[in-house]
Nanobody, 118 residues
Framework: QVQLAESGGGLVQAGGSLRLSCAASGRIVSIGIMGWYRQVPGKQREMVAHITRGLSTNYADSMKGRVTISRDNAKNTVYLQMNSLEPEDTAVYYC????????????WGKGTLVTVSS
């Protein structure tokens, strides 16, 4: 089993920045892929970014250039730095994990709410 615990969500003004963190625990966490999804109210969940153990990254086109994903393998922690936030970025952000790219994502955190005010 893998447990994921997000932190760092909250209220921010448009144009502001926020950094999300996710601490992962579990036997296979260190060798898998970690990332972030989000769910905007009324819409389906969508991938934001993911990062491999080797630190290869992938970003959704909608957020490319405004977010940076990073990972501390020693701490089994993944981060999402978000800049130039817009009200449209208001969503619940989920930390996710998958053992391989083919099984990504397998595990989900409970989510952390990010609210961007105009």
């Amino acid at each position: 089993q893998v447990q994921l615990a997000e932190s760092g969500g909250g209220l921010v003004q448009a144009g502001g920045s926020l950094r999300l963190s996710c601490a992962a625990s579990g036997r296979i966490v260190s060798i898998g892929i970690m990332g972030w999804y989000r769910q905007v109210p009324g819409k389906q969940r969508e991938m934001v970014a993911h990062i491999t153990r080797g630190l290869s990254t992938n970003y959704a086109d909608s957020m490319k250039g405004r977010v940076t994903i990073s990972r501390d393998n020693a701490k089994n922690t993944v981060y999402l730095q978000m800049n130039s936030l817009e009200p449209e970025d208001t969503a619940v952000y989920y930390c996710v994990f998958g053992p391989t790219i083919g099984t990504f994502p397998t595990y989900w955190g409970k989510g952390t709410l990010v609210t961007v005010s105009s």
